[in-house]
């Protein structure tokens, strides 16, 4: 006998032997791009800690979702920022509010784009918290399951496709979910974050969406990044209540986390790659530290890797391009 008998390097290669046991794969049909839509007129505005990711206004945005969606990306989630942030946050609930207007422009050009809206109030709020806030600056979790059932039938009624509520209030889904049926969108899937970690990978993302809370965090609502087995309870109440999709947010540092609930669950699960997540690899490449595109391949695939279905990255518009060989 020959040592060693069983030689792993056999089956590397070539590309050819490489590709055919291959184990994962990111497919772009699975990529979901967030956009950033702003009040105004004829904007398309760089993000300063985003490189390449825009904010656009309603009359602007057609011309990106047109070329994402002949590029294969066929899934987009929405952010609004409105013109007008008050206590309450009643441009999320409003037939004329930016995310409304945002989905009747693009389903009005690209109708089959489909068109998931982020449910949460802290891009609406002057104080910039996912809800509402008492007299004692305490975000009331019941009170704010009302306003997330408005503002889902709001999305719904405006033509969006799916909802995604990212306020971490406890029994929203539940909430939405009859909210929904009760107004004949029975049809329509609820994404749910139902892992999301109190992070300061979300840096980049709140000047996107100008959404930094006015005093105090969000620790109160989201989730402590020292926790995995609560995952598996929040991801078995979002269940229990109808979720459809279930989400880890963020992805990179949280890949344990995906592969738990991977292991537990049979639902689709959702990763989302987050600002900071994207802006670092900016960031690095940048100073030609790291090569751009293989460390978004590379941190694509981690996520698939660890069990996720869907992506939502920034990243993709890029890799579909480069998928295309467009680039
Ligand atoms: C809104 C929301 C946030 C993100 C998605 N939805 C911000 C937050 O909770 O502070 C973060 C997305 C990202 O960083 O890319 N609740």
Same mark, same amino acid.
């Given at each position: 006998?020959?040592?060693?008998?069983? &030689?792993?390097?056999?089956? &590397?290669? +070539?590309?050819?032997?490489?590709?055919?046991? =291959?184990?994962?794969?990111?497919?772009?049909?699975?990529?979901?791009?967030?956009?950033?839509?702003?009040?105004?007129?004829?904007? =398309?505005?760089?993000?300063?800690?985003?490189?390449?990711?825009?904010?656009?206004?309603?009359?602007?945005?057609?011309?990106?979702?047109?070329?994402?969606?002949?590029?294969?990306? %066929?899934?987009?989630?929405?952010?609004?920022?409105?013109?007008?942030?008050?206590?309450?946050?009643?441009?999320?609930?409003?037939?004329?509010?930016?995310?409304?207007?945002?989905? &009747?422009?693009? %389903? =009005?050009?690209?109708?089959?784009? +489909?068109?998931?809206?982020?449910?949460?109030? /802290?891009?609406?709020?002057?104080?910039?918290? /996912?809800?509402?806030?008492?007299?004692?600056?305490?975000?009331?979790?019941?009170?704010?399951?009302?306003?997330?059932?408005?503002?889902?039938?709001?999305?719904?009624?405006?033509?969006?496709?799916?909802?995604?509520?990212?306020?971490?209030?406890?029994? &929203?889904?539940?909430?939405?979910?009859?909210?929904?049926?009760?107004?004949?969108?029975?049809?329509?899937?609820?994404?749910?974050?139902?892992? =999301?970690?109190?992070?300061?990978?979300?840096?980049?993302?709140?000047?996107?969406?100008?959404?930094?809370?006015?005093?105090?965090?969000? %620790?109160?609502?989201?989730?402590?990044?020292?926790?995995?087995?609560?995952?598996?309870?929040?991801?078995?109440?979002?269940?229990?209540?109808?979720?459809?999709?279930?989400?880890?947010?963020?992805?990179?540092?949280?890949?344990?986390?995906?592969?738990?609930?991977?292991?537990?669950?049979?639902?689709?699960?959702?990763?989302?790659?987050?600002?900071?997540?994207?802006?670092?690899?900016?960031?690095?490449?940048?100073?030609?530290?790291?090569?751009?595109?293989?460390?978004?391949?590379? /941190?694509?695939?981690?996520?698939?890797?660890?069990?996720?279905?869907?992506?939502?990255?920034?990243?993709?518009?890029?890799?579909?391009?480069?998928?295309?060989?467009?680039?």
């Amino acid at each position: 006998m020959q040592f060693p008998e069983y &030689r792993p390097r056999r089956l &590397r290669k +070539n590309p050819i032997l490489r590709n055919l046991v =291959k184990e994962n794969d990111v497919k772009v049909e699975q990529l979901i791009q967030p956009l950033f839509i702003t009040f105004g007129e004829n904007i =398309k505005r760089e993000i300063p800690s985003m490189p390449n990711i825009y904010n656009y206004s309603i009359d602007r945005i057609e011309e990106e979702v047109k070329e994402l969606f002949d590029l294969g990306v %066929k899934s987009v989630i929405l952010f609004g920022i409105p013109e007008h942030k008050d206590h309450m946050g009643t441009d999320a609930v409003d037939d004329n509010g930016i995310i409304q207007r945002a989905i &009747r422009e693009i %389903k =009005k050009h690209t109708p089959d784009m +489909n068109v998931i809206t982020d449910v949460c109030y /802290c891009e609406y709020t002057d104080h910039g918290h /996912c809800g509402f806030i008492n007299k004692d600056g305490e975000v009331e979790n019941d009170r704010t399951l009302e306003m997330l059932a408005d503002e889902s039938v709001s999305h719904a009624k405006a033509g969006a496709d799916m909802i995604a509520p990212s306020d971490m209030m406890d029994g &929203r889904i539940a909430v939405i979910r009859d909210a929904l049926d009760e107004n004949g969108f029975s049809h329509i899937p609820i994404m749910a974050y139902s892992v =999301k970690y109190s992070s300061a990978f979300y840096g980049p993302f709140r000047d996107a969406a100008q959404s930094t809370p006015g005093s105090g965090d969000r %620790k109160g609502y989201q989730m402590d990044p020292a926790n995995s087995r609560e995952a598996l309870r929040e991801a078995t109440l979002d269940i229990g209540e109808s979720a459809d999709i279930i989400m880890v947010k963020p992805a990179l540092a949280y890949l344990d986390i995906i592969r738990m609930l991977r292991d537990n669950f049979d639902h689709p699960i959702a990763a989302y790659n987050v600002s900071g997540e994207y802006s670092m690899v900016c960031a690095a490449a940048e100073k030609d530290w790291i090569d751009f595109d293989r460390t978004m391949d590379e /941190c694509l695939l981690s996520m698939k890797r660890a069990g996720a279905d869907i992506i939502i990255t920034y990243f993709a518009k890029r890799f579909a391009q480069n998928a295309a060989g467009k680039r």
